[in-house]
């Protein structure tokens, strides 16, 4: 049974950092692409970042670019999302999926982890 666990979520003053963790089971997690998914109240999910199996290759939206780092570590089967220069607009529920990089396409998909950035 495929399991993906975020955590890392909670409050912070835009300029902060924040760090999630997704830690993945259930599934050869070294032989897939991941990626970190978001919903904001109201809106529609958007493709954060995404790594390939090796994590050679990364990939971010114009929105997060330069401010967000994907990194994954397959000895542990776990995915990260270090969060810098937080903005309110990144306010969302943050969701670990796996999936191919370059598409909105995931085969499973975390429960998330809420992120709020209050001014």
């Known amino acids: 049974q495929v399991q993906l666990v975020e955590s890392g979520g909670g409050l912070q003053r835009p300029g902060g950092s924040l760090r999630l963790t997704c830690e993945a089971s259930?599934?050869?997690?070294?032989?897939?692409?991941m990626k970190w998914v978001r919903q904001a109240p109201g809106k529609e999910f958007e493709r954060v970042a995404g790594i390939s199996p090796d994590g050679a290759t990364t990939e971010y939206s114009n929105s997060v670019k330069g401010r967000f780092t994907i990194a994954r570590d397959n000895s542990r089967k776990t995915l990260y999302l270090l969060m810098n220069s937080l903005k309110p607009e990144d306010t969302a529920e943050y969701y670990c999926a796996r999936g191919p990089l370059g598409s909105d396409y995931y085969v499973d998909r975390g429960r998330g982890t809420q992120v709020t950035v209050y001014s």
């Open positions: 259930g599934f050869t997690f070294r032989e897939n692409s």
